[in-house]
């Protein structure tokens, strides 16, 4: 390599660097755009330099390779390299600081959902500028461009006349050591859940530093069950929930106290709506005779930390981070105890992790947070024993709260003596075996006789509450946290976590309370219905359910189009028709039907995105 061509190259470096500090400065300033200033510590603080510096590398970095050093490398003049990476990087600080407007108002870094706002037919309705406003944005563009072609100057001056040895190889040892700093600090919060590495990491655009609590547990430096029990300590409240102050009356329409009912919430962990058959499930459909089936019941996610959430707390778990750091319990948990409920929960696997045990159930004394047992169906046995073991002591002094879940459909840990009512069945899954040719029969098989198995350990419980005459007085609701898919789209899909089909989002709903009128309701219902029907019906709020809520009541036929499913990095939402529109994890969007084949030109609405994301984010300062 010629002499010129070196230098061209130890110029882009320079420029490089000096590219990396401007951008780290804009992404620094992230951080003044809320509250995560009232957390932060001395450590959060070296934490989040260190972070912007070494973030703002990565993203500096790969104009310098694909632009600079090939161009360098073949011989191309100088000063067209540095025009061009001039424009690139004047680009990227424009953008950055685009971003850090879109973040302060809609509490996530620019998406899909976000370009198609900008660049949608109907954009225009929405984002009206004054000429001040248009003048103001091309003076900041410009003054980008120049600083960007003002660093490129100094650069070229700096490569000329600073004479540091190993130069290139101080800076990048420099750089490498701002990323060993950052991404030690982050573990280390991570292990410790220290509020200002936490909160401050969201900041930054799609920001993913290292965690490593499994490593730590095997060298028996931490415990992340303890780590799970760990509330986060002074966070910044970012919600309004309640939007409003809860209003109770516990008087009903006729004048008369309400009763306080006893709740029992039985839920089978991957539930498909397939198996929920007299064949399969007996017990259910014959207790689901004397109760409302919700048959188009969509959960609040494809996965069970979001699909609990959203039950207990009725908005979505893209606010999952927010109640973590700031420490907020569901209201309707909250309600309870303020009623006086004994509250308790029956679980199978642990509610250590996900931590429900903290994030849902914190304020419970007394808490089960998990159940011996070597095998799943062991643990689903013992939970149901536990309950109708704590009916039987029942003195009815006190209303009850039950949440019992179910794991044995999940797990499909079966041993061969219960494998006896579907056939032929797997005897164990082989997930090796899967693809899209694969006969779904023995699979499903052994996944129904699972079902069947939760079914008939139910039925034992219903059984109990009827003998003990506790269903005159007590709500009883059968569900499950989210769906579990067996290729019924022809996709090659099996399981849950994967897509938000209707096969991994849909799940039963069974609805009893004293005096229902039974039958099947064929309107759309979802998991954020619960908690507001809960808090209505039984504990006598007189809030509407927009004020805590994504949902509304179980009995409310009305449309609910654009369900929020997912989490606050990868989520969509489900249309009316079925129609998925999926923001990904990388930020792009991709319109699916309902059977996941992508919709190229789907129509979307900036008018109809822009209501969607505020009524997403209502629940923020």
């Known amino acids: 390599m010629t002499t010129e061509r070196k230098d061209n190259i130890k110029q882009g470096f320079v420029y490089y660097v000096l590219s990396t500090l401007t951008l780290a400065i804009i992404f620094f300033s992230y951080i003044f755009n809320g509250q995560s200033t009232e957390v932060m510590d001395c450590v959060g603080w070296i934490y989040f330099v260190s972070s912007c510096i070494t973030h703002a590398a990565l993203f500096t970095l790969v104009p310098f390779l694909i632009l600079q050093v090939p161009l360098a490398a073949v011989g191309c003049r100088q000063w067209i390299t540095r025009t061009i990476l001039s424009i690139v990087y004047a680009l990227l600080f424009i953008i950055a600081v685009v971003n850090s407007y879109v973040y302060g108002i809609y509490h996530f870094h620019i998406n899909g959902l976000v370009l198609e706002m900008l660049t949608g037919p109907g954009a225009s309705e929405i984002f009206v500028f004054s000429v001040w406003a248009y003048m103001k944005a091309i003076g900041l563009a410009l003054s980008f461009v120049l600083l960007s072609i003002g660093l490129a100057f100094i ?154 959430f959203g039950m207990f707390t009725g908005i979505s778990a893209y606010y999952w981070k927010s109640f973590e750091s700031s420490c907020m319990q569901p209201l309707l948990i909250k309600q309870l105890l303020k009623e006086g409920y004994h509250v308790q929960t029956y679980p199978s696997a642990t509610l250590e992790y996900p931590p429900f045990a903290k994030m849902l159930f914190h304020d419970v004394k007394g808490l089960n947070v998990s159940t011996p047992g070597k095998t799943t169906i062991e643990r689903d046995n013992r939970i149901t024993h536990n309950f109708i073991a704590d009916i039987d002591k029942y003195d009815g002094k006190k209303p009850f709260f039950a949440f019992v879940f179910y794991d044995i459909a999940h797990n499909m840990d079966l041993p061969k003596s219960k494998q006896y009512r579907f056939k032929p069945c797997w005897e164990y899954v082989d997930y090796m075996k899967l693809n899209n040719d694969t006969d779904p029969t023995p699979f499903f098989n052994l996944y129904k006789n699972s079902v069947a198995e939760a079914d008939s350990l139910i039925g034992l419980t219903l059984n109990k509450l009827r003998e003990k005459d506790l269903l005159r007085n007590t709500v009883v609701i059968i569900t499950g946290d989210h769906g579990q898919e067996f290729n019924e789209n022809h996709n090659n899909y099996w399981g849950h976590a994967s897509n938000y089909s209707l096969f991994q989002v849909g799940t039963p709903l069974i609805y009893y309370y004293p005096g229902c009128k039974p039958g099947k309701r064929n309107y759309r219902t979802t998991h954020y219905d619960i908690s507001p029907t809960l808090m209505h019906s039984v504990l006598g709020v007189t809030n509407p359910p927009s004020d805590y809520s994504m949902g509304t009541y179980l009995d409310d036929s009305s449309p609910r189009d654009w369900h929020l499913v997912g989490h606050e990095l990868y989520y969509a ?49």
Request: hydrophobic share 35%; proline share 5%.
């Open 155 to 308: 650069a070229k001056f700096i490569s000329k006349r600073l004479i540091i040895r190993h130069l290139n190889r101080n800076i990048l040892l420099t750089l490498l050591s701002f990323v060993l700093l950052s991404q030690g600090i982050h573990i280390y919060g991570g292990a410790t859940m220290r509020s200002s590495i936490i909160e401050s990491t969201d900041v930054l655009p799609y920001y993913f530093p290292l965690r490593a609590n499994k490593l730590l547990e095997k060298l028996g430096l931490i415990s992340i069950e303890k780590i799970n029990q760990i509330q986060l300590k002074g966070g910044v409240n970012k919600l309004r929930y309640p939007l409003e102050p809860l209003k109770t009356s516990r008087i009903d329409h006729l004048g008369k106290p309400n009763e306080k009912y006893n709740i029992v919430i039985l839920c089978i962990d991957s539930w498909n709506p397939r198996t929920l058959t007299r064949e399969c499930t007996p017990n259910i459909c014959a207790f689901a005779d004397h109760a409302e089936t919700f048959t188009k019941h969509l959960s609040s996610s494809n996965a069970t930390s979001g699909g609990i």
């Open 573 to 621: 939402f489900i249309r009316s028709d079925g129609t998925i529109i999926e923001k990904q994890g990388a930020g792009n969007l991709k319109i699916m039907d309902p059977k996941m084949h992508v919709i190229p030109n789907y129509p979307l609405k900036p008018k109809d995105l822009q209501a969607v994301i505020q009524k997403m984010n209502r629940f923020y300062k």
